[in-house]
């Protein structure tokens, strides 16, 4: 193919080989650029399917999802949805709502001035300050399950919505400060000198110069936080009973060892995960900005 | 930032007035409610469907329910109770941790409220249930459903072969039967028998066929007797029968597998728990009315049933005792049964439990042909004295002490392994006795 491009472009001997590789360049990435697309469908499909499949048992009814081989083409039907929807899931909802939010906002307020200091005014030893927020990551969380439930238990806190806004709280943070931390490093000296010289207090610099540059990483370290609490299971499963359940916990109590229970817990699971999806769209065009600004450097 | 993070604020302080600052969450509560923590079976989401309702309505007492799948409802009972945490009035459990929460004293005695409450009518309720929820002469538990063991078969094809079955066959007997209608239909097996590994799996019917060959885990004196000629014996013949006349995939066959099995054809025969023929003769059943249902099969002993109950427990460190009994003697009383039947269907009653259920005419129209046998096997259950020997503990298809679903477990993977020919029985057993005698040894040396 090179040569028959040679031929016809006739060019002078000294930019043979420049043409030669236009060609090349011009014949290799519709090819390869095809079967990278075609790769990237296929990956995304394989992610996507779990869901698709979620989606449509949720409108199928009990008998027709627990059928193997799976019928796909079976009749649609509100069958599961009405069952979540008639067992009120409501304070669960609601539970996680808040414990999701206000656990968020609580790490924001109380990363935002950490990260600050071990980046734009870095503190001495920061990076052992950092590594400190990390290692406190690498305990399992079931490890310390057994002395935060008996604390608990001793301090009246078990079944209490606010013993889990603390503990997502403080299961979060490390993950924000880190996060924050690397978003406020993009913030320019200069432009904070600039301000300083300009006569800007520290919080007016804060509002006005570094807010809005690391804006997208507030919202991504904000939308990753909130993921994390409306998912979590295991403490919200040992710690709560009746009145702070979270919606994790109540999905689980459509699984039955005496049934059919596909179906519901399909509908069910897709309820619960809306709020993070919305979330998600919500902040889509400042998590990408802010998911790509460590990589652009 | 400033709006969207005022808005966070704002719905997020608007959340936490409904939770109440020192209240908990967004859920019920409150002094006149109890909280009840179950299993999620069918039985139990009907019982949730009806208690604002008639319950609450009728007493004023709110019931807050937590409902979790099997395994989940087990760790966190376990977790409930042995701290005593009170956070639940009321936990559904089994008789398999019936008495042994009664020995720790986590669980409360109920013959004060049974004495107060003479409507619910204690004696109604069939001897082996009570007999299988007390502990040193005390009630700890009130049961809500039932169930023994049966062997279940189709009719039809046993008819097409000449053959009939007693009405209290022995195991060489249905041995007999399954080898004759293996094959009898395209694709049809003769015996559907659990080889999925668990104590509550593989181990439910085997203990049993092992208490009628004559053996046991245990002797009285915590002797382990797992590879004994007759706890051999009873393993080989289930072995032998399920691999050459089993179900497919008989290693990964549990209750629902057999379920499945038996609806649809697949095998002959079933011996398995009185609860399944409640599916079996549902309306969509392509088997309604084509299956009959005879004892378990028995060798050395009269009968070989076993025994298992859902039943309701009060926690000892509960405040609302009271409540908590009141809540009970409506969901295990004679009215509820009533109502069921009147509101969801006399199919969806919670049987196996009392003795008035089996003289309901209105329930014995739907369950003609299996009440009497259910009725039969749960009454000829003697969970005291399940076989030919005294035994150290409670329990037909279980040892009832803490550490059987751990060894029962294992044993059962090893057991299981023999009936997918990955092992043998005897080294199968003989791993199993090593188990077992650590188990015992702690007994032994306790003096218990």
Same mark, same amino acid.
């Given at each position: 193919?090179?040569?028959?491009?040679?031929?016809?472009?006739?060019?002078?001997?000294?930019?043979?080989?420049?043409?030669?590789?236009?060609?090349?360049?011009?014949?290799?990435?519709?090819?390869?650029?095809?079967?990278?697309?075609?790769?990237?469908?296929?990956?995304?499909?394989?992610?996507?399917?779990?869901?698709?499949?979620?989606?449509?048992?949720?409108?199928?009814?009990?008998?027709?999802?627990?059928?193997?081989?799976?019928?796909?083409?079976?009749?649609?039907?509100?069958?599961?949805?009405?069952?979540?929807?008639?067992?009120?899931?409501?304070?669960?909802?609601?539970?996680?709502?808040?414990?999701?939010?206000?656990?968020?906002?609580?790490?924001?307020?109380?990363?935002?001035?950490?990260?600050?200091?071990?980046?734009?005014?870095?503190?001495?030893?920061?990076?052992?300050?950092?590594?400190?927020?990390?290692?406190?990551?690498?305990?399992?969380?079931?490890?310390?399950?057994?002395?935060?439930?008996?604390?608990?238990?001793?301090?009246?806190?078990?079944?209490?919505?606010?013993?889990?806004?603390?503990?997502?709280?403080?299961?979060?943070?490390?993950?924000?400060?880190?996060?924050?931390?690397?978003?406020?490093?993009?913030?320019?000296?200069?432009?904070?000198?600039?301000?300083?010289?300009?006569?800007?207090?520290?919080?007016?610099?804060?509002?006005?110069?570094?807010?809005?540059?690391?804006?997208? &990483?507030?919202?991504?370290?904000?939308?990753?936080?909130?993921?994390?609490?409306?998912?979590?299971?295991?403490?919200?499963?040992?710690?709560?009973?009746?009145?702070?359940?979270?919606?994790?916990?109540?999905?689980?109590?459509?699984?039955?060892?005496? &049934?059919?229970?596909?179906?519901?817990?399909?509908?069910?699971?897709?309820?619960?995960?809306?709020?993070?999806?919305?979330?998600?769209?919500?902040?889509?065009?400042?998590?990408?900005?802010?998911?790509?600004?460590?990589?652009?450097? | 930032?400033?709006?969207?993070?005022?808005?966070?604020?704002?719905?997020?302080?608007?959340?936490?007035?409904?939770?109440?600052?020192?209240?908990?969450?967004?859920?019920?509560?409150?002094?006149?409610?109890?909280?009840?923590?179950?299993?999620?079976?069918?039985?139990?989401?009907?019982?949730?469907?009806?208690?604002?309702?008639?319950?609450? *309505?009728?007493?004023?007492?709110?019931?807050?329910?937590?409902?979790?799948?099997?395994?989940?409802?087990?760790?966190?009972?376990?977790?409930?109770?042995?701290?005593?945490?009170?956070?639940?009035?009321?936990?559904?459990?089994?008789?398999?941790?019936?008495?042994?929460?009664?020995?720790?004293?986590?669980?409360?005695?109920?013959?004060?409220?049974?004495?107060?409450?003479?409507?619910?009518?204690?004696?109604?309720?069939?001897?082996?249930?009570?007999?299988?929820?007390?502990?040193?002469?005390?009630?700890?538990?009130?049961?809500?459903?039932?169930?023994?063991?049966?062997?279940?078969?189709?009719?039809?094809?046993?008819?097409?072969?000449?053959?009939?079955?007693?009405?209290?066959?022995?195991?060489?007997?249905?041995?007999?039967?399954?080898?004759?209608?293996?094959?009898?239909?395209?694709?049809?097996?003769?015996?559907?028998?659990?080889?999925?590994?668990?104590?509550?799996?593989?181990?439910?019917?085997?203990?049993?066929?092992?208490?009628?060959?004559?053996?046991?885990?245990?002797?009285?004196?915590?002797?382990?007797?797992?590879?004994?000629?007759?706890?051999?014996?009873?393993?080989?013949?289930?072995?032998?029968?399920?691999?050459?006349?089993?179900?497919?995939?008989?290693?990964?066959?549990?209750?629902?597998?057999?379920?499945?099995?038996?609806?649809?054809?697949?095998?002959?025969?079933?011996?398995?728990?009185?609860?399944?023929?409640?599916?079996?003769?549902?309306?969509?059943?392509?088997?309604?009315?084509?299956?009959?249902?005879?004892?378990?099969?028995?060798?050395?002993?009269?009968?070989?049933?076993?025994?298992?109950?859902?039943?309701?427990?009060?926690?000892?460190?509960?405040?609302?005792?009271?409540?908590?009994?009141?809540?009970?003697?409506?969901?295990?009383? *004679?009215?509820?049964?009533?109502?069921?039947?009147?509101?969801?269907?006399?199919?969806?009653?919670?049987?196996?439990?009392?003795?008035?259920?089996?003289?309901?005419?209105?329930?014995?129209?739907?369950?003609?042909?299996?009440?009497?046998?259910?009725?039969?096997?749960?009454?000829?259950?003697?969970?005291?004295?399940?076989?030919?020997?005294?035994?150290?503990?409670?329990?037909?298809?279980?040892?009832?002490?803490?550490?059987?679903?751990?060894?029962?477990?294992?044993?059962?993977?090893?057991?299981?392994?023999?009936?997918?020919?990955?092992?043998?029985?005897?080294?199968?057993?003989?791993?199993?006795?090593?188990?077992?005698?650590?188990?015992?040894?702690?007994?032994?040396?306790?003096?218990?």
């Amino acid at each position: 193919m090179s040569t028959t491009t040679r031929q016809d472009t006739g060019v002078a001997p000294g930019g043979e080989q420049r043409a030669r590789s236009g060609a090349v360049t011009h014949a290799k990435p519709p090819r390869s650029g095809m079967l990278l697309s075609l790769l990237a469908w296929v990956v995304g499909l394989l992610f996507a399917l779990p869901v698709f499949w979620m989606v449509l048992t949720s409108f199928h009814s009990e008998a027709d999802a627990a059928t193997n081989p799976p019928s796909v083409f079976a009749p649609l039907s509100l069958e599961g949805y009405r069952t979540f929807f008639g067992s009120d899931p409501w304070p669960a909802l609601l539970n996680s709502l808040t414990a999701s939010v206000l656990s968020t906002v609580l790490v924001l307020v109380l990363a935002f001035p950490a990260a600050y200091a071990l980046s734009i005014r870095p503190v001495r030893k920061w990076t052992d300050v950092m590594f400190f927020f990390l290692s406190t990551k690498m305990l399992p969380v079931v490890a310390g399950i057994l002395p935060l439930y008996l604390f608990a238990q001793k301090a009246h806190l078990l079944d209490n919505i606010w013993w889990l806004i603390l503990l997502y709280t403080t299961m979060n943070l490390p993950i924000a400060v880190w996060m924050l931390r690397s978003f406020l490093a993009e913030v320019s000296v200069e432009m904070l000198e600039a301000a300083e010289v300009d006569g800007a207090s520290l919080s007016r610099t804060l509002r006005e110069i570094v807010a809005p540059v690391v804006m997208p &990483g507030i919202a991504s370290a904000a939308l990753i936080c909130f993921i994390f609490s409306w998912n979590e299971l295991l403490l919200a499963r040992v710690l709560t009973s009746t009145v702070a359940a979270t919606s994790p916990v109540y999905l689980t109590g459509f699984v039955t060892s005496q &049934g059919l229970f596909l179906a519901k817990v399909c509908a069910a699971s897709l309820v619960v995960s809306l709020p993070v999806l919305a979330a998600g769209f919500a902040a889509q065009d400042k998590l990408v900005q802010g998911l790509s600004m460590g990589a652009v450097k | 930032m400033a709006t969207t993070t005022g808005l966070s604020v704002a719905v997020a302080l608007g959340l936490s007035a409904c939770a109440g600052w020192g209240g908990g969450g967004i859920g019920g509560g409150g002094p006149n409610s109890i909280n009840v923590l179950m299993v999620n079976n069918p039985q139990m989401v009907d019982l949730q469907k009806l208690t604002a309702e008639h319950f609450t *309505k009728e007493t004023g007492i709110s019931v807050n329910f937590t409902v979790l799948p099997e395994n989940d409802v087990r760790d966190k009972i376990s977790q409930e109770f042995t701290s005593q945490s009170g956070q639940y009035d009321i936990a559904s459990l089994s008789n398999f941790e019936i008495p042994i929460y009664a020995k720790a004293g986590w669980v409360a005695p109920m013959d004060g409220f049974i004495a107060k409450d003479t409507g619910f009518d204690q004696a109604d309720i069939l001897k082996p249930m009570t007999t299988s929820l007390s502990s040193e002469g005390k009630i700890y538990g009130e049961p809500f459903y039932g169930e023994s063991s049966f062997l279940m078969y189709r009719k039809d094809v046993l008819e097409s072969k000449g053959l009939t079955m007693p009405a209290h066959p022995t195991w060489q007997q249905v041995a007999d039967i399954a080898a004759k209608v293996d094959g009898a239909k395209p694709g049809m097996a003769g015996i559907c028998l659990r080889g999925q590994p668990g104590w509550g799996q593989l181990f439910a019917p085997l203990t049993t066929v092992v208490n009628t060959f004559g053996g046991t885990w245990f002797e009285k004196d915590w002797t382990p007797k797992v590879n004994a000629p007759e706890f051999t014996e009873a393993t080989s013949f289930y072995v032998d029968l399920v691999r050459k006349h089993g179900e497919k995939g008989a290693p990964q066959a549990g209750f629902t597998e057999c379920l499945n099995n038996l609806a649809q054809g697949n095998v002959a025969m079933w011996y398995d728990a009185t609860s399944a023929a409640g599916s079996l003769e549902a309306q969509d059943s392509p088997v309604k009315g084509k299956l009959g249902y005879v004892a378990a099969p028995v060798v050395k002993t009269k009968s070989s049933g076993w025994l298992y109950a859902w039943a309701w427990s009060i926690q000892q460190a509960s405040t609302k005792k009271d409540n908590a009994w009141k809540f009970i003697s409506w969901a295990s009383g *004679k009215d509820y049964e009533k109502l069921v039947g009147q509101e969801l269907g006399w199919s969806k009653v919670p049987a196996g439990k009392r003795a008035s259920t089996y003289e309901n005419p209105d329930y014995l129209k739907v369950a003609q042909s299996f009440a009497v046998p259910t009725k039969e096997a749960i009454e000829s259950a003697d969970p005291e004295n399940p076989g030919v020997q005294p035994r150290p503990a409670i329990g037909i298809q279980f040892v009832d002490i803490p550490e059987f679903p751990s060894l029962g477990t294992q044993v059962s993977q090893d057991v299981s392994a023999a009936i997918a020919g990955k092992t043998s029985v005897k080294d199968a057993l003989d791993k199993g006795q090593q188990l077992a005698d650590d188990v015992a040894q702690r007994y032994q040396e306790r003096g218990q």
